[in-house]
């Protein structure tokens, strides 16, 4: 690992360490580019902290949401509503609460999945720092990576069809939402992580 991103994580976890003892409950985002390591730094905090994690991938939009005038919207491909009401809202009152992952193979909600509140939720995935949710975050954080090395990691862990997908649709409505929106600079902290090496 980069001696330079040691450092960064460990500032890191050294704010998260910091807003735990200032507070009750700590919301955390992480946004950032596909193949950035995002699910990755979200299963070594659950692992650090015991805390909940929750994917934005679980809340893609179901097939009657999905209309040109919503994927027109930057970030409109996440179901932001459902999110905000059904994970964000309650937690934030340090309620528990329960919410019902959409499965984009069966195109239908999975089991739902009860929430308890930790001291520590992270939420993880793209548009999690929409401008409609950022608000209820106490820390944020932005990954990036560079064109080349985000090809490469995508490829690794794709079948060819779902990795083109990437590049032809789902990368340039990120980008899209990045831009429209100034997700980078409107984080709390933002990081490299080109010089780490995943398993596929």
């Not at 985002?29 to 692992?47: F, H, N, W, Y």
């Not at 820390?139 to 985000?150: D, I, M």
């Not at 789902?170 to 600079?185: D, G, K, L, T, V």
Request: glycine share 4%; hydrophobic share 35%; charged share 30%.
């Amino acid at each position: 690992m980069n001696e330079d991103f040691f450092l960064d994580i460990k500032m890191l976890f050294d704010r998260i360490d910091k807003l735990l003892t200032q507070k009750e409950r700590v919301i955390f985002a992480i946004d950032g580019r596909c193949g950035s390591g995002k699910s990755t730094l979200a299963e070594a905090l659950q692992k650090k902290y015991g805390c909940t994690v929750i994917h934005t991938d679980d809340f893609f939009l179901r097939p009657e949401q999905r209309t040109e005038e919503r994927y027109a919207e930057p970030g409109g491909n996440m179901d932001r509503e459902r999110l905000l009401s059904e994970v964000l809202s309650p937690l934030s009152e340090g309620r528990g609460t329960v919410y019902r992952p959409f499965d984009c193979k069966t195109m239908d909600f999975a089991d739902p999945v009860v929430i308890i509140p930790t001291p520590l939720t992270v939420i993880e995935g793209s548009y999690s720092m929409h401008p409609d949710l950022a608000h209820y975050y106490d820390l944020s954080l932005f990954l990036t990576v560079e064109p080349k090395t985000q090809k490469k990691r995508i490829i690794s862990r794709n079948k060819r069809d779902i990795a083109d997908s990437f590049f032809t649709r789902w990368i340039p409505m990120e980008e899209r939402y990045f831009i429209a929106f100034n997700i980078e600079s409107r984080c709390d902290i933002s990081l490299a992580t080109d010089q780490l090496t995943f398993e596929k």
